[in-house]
């Protein structure tokens, strides 16, 4: 399981740690993650997904899940939330259609 937002992308960054005498190691800033459990209004189910502290609160600046993914780029997104997408857009375009 890759240390990757599902949403933003937002990944393992390398940096250095520096001493006071200047030394210079390697060390990673991991994001924060955490598993949550999301509601979508247009599939009426919810989701599972492992997301940044951040992509959280995006979700819910945005009015949740299917707001942030309808404006999400689908670069970003992994396989699983693009599935998603797909799956609200489809069910968008029902709903207009009927």
């Known amino acids: 399981m890759a240390r990757r937002c599902e949403l933003t992308g937002k990944a393992v960054l390398v940096g250095h740690l520096v001493s006071h005498s200047n030394r210079k190691t390697k060390r990673r800033f991991l994001p924060n993650l955490v598993k949550v459990t999301l509601q979508s209004e247009a599939l009426e189910r919810s989701v599972r997904l492992r997301i940044s502290a951040a ?39 029902e709903a207009l259609a009927s």
């Open 55 to 93: 992509a959280l609160r995006s979700v819910e600046h945005r009015g949740g899940l299917d707001a942030f993914l309808v404006k999400a780029g689908e670069d970003d997104l992994s396989l699983g939330a693009r599935a998603l997408k797909r799956e609200i857009a489809r069910k968008h375009a």
